[in-house]
């Protein structure tokens, strides 16, 4: 059996949802491989796209929200703004021209521009089964002008969102997010403090995503001046400044502060609770964990969209002007009554095992 996995690159969370669905495939022996859509089509495109993204969320994010919004607004009244532009005849192709050669049985879209070119090549007729898998809690605009076989949702309280966008319901497979089999599995919190060389005190993880976006000074300052006692595990992905910009905060609190690592399930196994913007994989890999969540900067656009699913479903609390960083972490460690409500509404929607249910319904299609 053949896999092919088409990404984009607008952030890291769809190339994440795709390698953690591989996983388990390949623990199988399945033939698999996974491709920058745009990267393939043309390089330029690619850096235009991740860089554009990367522009409109972290220096523009009122204007990325709006546009968002506003493709909310014209998708609900039925005009559409299709992206079809960006899926033109000579990109679907030189797509349909690798598909032919490759040869998959199952093609699986982590982002909805490769659902879109994926469909134009349908329409020309190479007919191959197809998913595609949303990343958010939330169906982004336009997932309804694309023509799949299985849509892999987050969670089944969003399949009414799903159908009212015109997906069929018999097409909607609500088996959660991908995400790494390593956040399926949780250590108590004094071995994982052991293994991160910390102390065993309570601790406050820090997480901005991949692109280290947020104000993530001012929360630690905040915390720093927080009346309680606790250590900082802070989280700075790639954003080498802010990294800088930490480690040279003169604070009262222990903080450990990292760039990009690859045991951020280690340390949610530490921490009491986590403060981060609502991505869509962090907010699976943290349900998976059982660690409650404190909601901070959300993107405008999707992440509002995630942080009222998370909001609704008393899941997390969110930081705002009248609810500060220091009272949400106060009554997150102080609280216990709030905390083990929300960690008993975790366990009830988490989808830990995403990856492996994805792998066995593609097993099932061969």
């Not at 949802?17 to 859509?37: F, I, Q, R, S």
């Not at 009222?308 to 009554?337: C, R």
Request: proline share 4%; glycine share 6%.
């Amino acid at each position: 059996m053949k896999v092919l996995f088409l990404s984009v690159t607008a952030g890291q969370g769809h190339n994440q949802a795709g390698k953690a669905a591989m996983e388990p495939l390949l623990d199988k022996n399945v033939d698999c491989v996974m491709m920058d859509t745009f990267e393939y089509i043309n390089p330029l495109l690619k850096d235009t796209i991740s860089q554009g993204y990367l522009l409109s969320t972290k220096l523009t994010p009122a204007l990325y929200g709006r546009i968002y919004r506003l493709a909310e607004k014209l998708e609900s009244n039925n005009i559409k703004m299709s992206i079809s532009k960006l899926t033109n005849s000579v990109f679907a192709k030189k797509l349909a021209a690798y598909i032919s050669d490759y040869k998959p049985d199952v093609i699986v879209c982590t982002h909805i521009f490769a659902a879109q070119i994926l469909t134009q090549i349908r329409y020309k007729g190479i007919m191959v089964k197809s998913i595609g898998i949303v990343t958010d809690y939330t169906i982004h605009p336009f997932w309804e002008e694309t023509d799949l076989d299985y849509y892999i949702i987050a969670n089944e309280l969003l399949t009414r969102q799903a159908v009212k966008k015109g997906i069929p319901e018999e097409n909607i497979k609500p088996l959660g997010i991908p995400i790494h089999k390593k956040f399926s599995k949780k250590i108590s919190r004094e071995e994982a403090r052991a293994i991160l060389n910390i102390e065993n005190k309570d601790t406050i993880l820090v997480m901005s995503g991949s692109m280290g976006f947020g104000k993530v000074t001012g929360i630690i300052r905040h915390l720093d001046k927080l009346d309680m006692d606790f250590q900082i595990l802070s989280v700075c992905g790639n954003n080498a400044t802010l990294r800088g910009k930490i480690d040279e905060m003169q604070l009262n609190k222990k903080i450990y502060n990292f760039g990009f690592v690859y045991n951020v399930d280690i340390m949610m196994d530490a921490a009491n609770c986590i403060v981060t913007k609502p991505g869509g994989l962090t907010i699976s890999e943290s349900m998976a964990k059982g660690l409650p969540m404190a909601i901070v900067n959300p993107i405008p656009g999707q992440e509002d969209r995630n942080a009222e699913f998370l909001l609704n479903n008393g899941l997390a609390v969110k930081i705002t002007k009248t609810f500060p960083i220091d009272e949400a972490v106060y009554q997150l460690l102080s609280n216990n009554d709030k905390v083990q409500t929300m960690i008993s509404r975790m366990n009830k929607l988490a989808r830990p095992n995403a990856s492996e249910d994805l792998a066995d319904f593609i097993l099932s299609l061969s």
